[in-house]
């Protein structure tokens, strides 16, 4: 009776590489959500929460990725009989979320002023 070789981490490594690194800056721009509420009337604008969940969303899902891929691998690696690639993806996939969604909003955005903060202050 042959023994299937253990499976390799390249997919934890790469993602604890990845969105390790990203999360330095991720963390950082937390510093800077305060600085949302300074214009006038940001404070009752409800884009200036939905923009601060964004940033906060990214580093929390960078953390949950780290630890879910290795979870899953630790899993796999236990039984691997089974195939845990396509949660193990998806798991890794999650700091997508929060970057799709800026990317989206970014296209619908560009050459138009932004109905987020700036639109608090400039008076039509």
Excluded at 13 to 34: A, E, Q
Aim: glycine fraction near 6%.
């Amino acid at each position: 009776m042959e023994s299937s070789p253990a499976p390799r981490p390249t997919l934890p490594l790469i993602v604890t590489f990845v969105w390790g690194t990203l999360l330095i800056p991720g963390l950082v721009s937390l510093l800077f959500t305060p600085m949302m509420f300074d214009a006038p009337g940001s404070a009752s604008n409800p884009m200036t929460y939905l923009i601060i969940l964004f940033v906060l969303s990214f580093p929390v899902l960078c953390i949950i990725s780290l630890i879910g891929t290795w979870i899953v691998f630790n899993a796999q690696k236990r039984s691997p009989e089974r195939s845990l690639a396509v949660p193990q993806i998806v798991i890794a996939c999650l700091p997508l979320i929060p970057i799709g969604i800026w990317i989206v909003e970014f296209m619908f955005t560009v050459g138009t002023q932004p109905w987020g903060l700036h639109s608090t202050i400039i008076q039509h």
